[in-house]
């Protein structure tokens, strides 16, 4: 069975710093792209980052882009996401999630929740 | 930035009637567009890719078309287990990719 199983989420102060963990097991993570989503409360689905299999190509979306860092151990089949100066309105469920064969995110984790306050 | 535009925001249906869902980018994305289903408390599921394929395990009721900028996800007769929120996805500037605000379908 496929399983992305996110961990690292907390309650933290304005500008201090998360690292979010994304366990996967069941599929051939070194050849899968990964990305992480989030979901701010009462808010939709927000696309933060990606990865590609080999971390050659790497994507952020702009309300994170320099303060967060995606990065990937194949050799441990895990996923992360570094959160740096976090800000409020960084509260959000986030989830790591694979792209599939035709290159969209067939399976997702659970999520994480991080709240960001003071 | 490519921006996806979902319309409704809410849609109020009953059981067995038809929904409607659109989706229309800011500029073309090919076919490059995949629909979500969102429960609270779940993980989003993949329903529909490039556009007009079913995902693995997806009824037939649901239904995707549309190319370039305006795509369109069709319920064809719903089911209890269908109220949710719907997220349209776009991969055309991969790896940038970019979601929708999202349809909630609830029951009227």
């Known amino acids: 069975e496929v399983q992305l199983v996110e961990s690292g989420g907390g309650l933290v102060q304005p500008g201090r710093s998360l690292r979010l963990s994304c366990a996967t097991s069941?599929?051939?993570?070194?050849?899968?792209?990964v990305h992480w989503v989030r979901q701010a409360p009462g808010k939709g689905l927000e696309w933060v980052s990606g990865i590609s299999w080999n971390s050659g190509n790497i994507g952020y979306a702009d309300s994170v882009k320099g303060r967060f860092t995606i990065s990937r151990d194949n050799a441990e089949n895990s996923l992360y996401l570094q959160m740096n100066s976090l800000r409020a309105e960084d509260t959000a469920v986030y989830y790591c999630?694979?792209?599939?064969?035709?290159?969209?995110?067939?399976?997702w984790g659970k999520g994480t929740t991080v709240i960001v306050s003071s | 930035e490519i921006v996806l535009t979902q319309s409704p925001a809410t849609l109020s249906l009953s059981p067995g009637e038809r929904a409607t869902l659109s989706c229309r980018a800011s500029?073309?994305?090919?076919?490059?567009l995949a629909w979500y289903q969102h429960k609270p408390g779940q993980a989003p599921r993949l329903l529909i890719y490039?556009?007009?394929n079913r995902a693995t395990g997806i009824p037939p009721r649901f239904s995707g078309s549309g190319s370039g900028t305006d795509f369109t996800l069709t319920i064809s007769s719903l089911e209890p287990e269908d109220f949710a929120v719907y997220y349209c996805?776009?991969?055309?500037?991969?790896?940038?990719?970019?979601f929708g605000g999202g349809t909630k379908v609830e029951i009227k």
């Open positions: 996805q776009q991969r055309s500037s991969w790896p940038l990719l970019t």
């Open positions: 500029q073309s994305v090919s076919s490059y």
């Open positions: 069941g599929f051939t993570f070194s050849d899968s792209d």
């Open positions: 490039d556009a007009s």
């Open positions: 999630a694979k792209e599939g064969s035709r290159y969209y995110l067939d399976v």
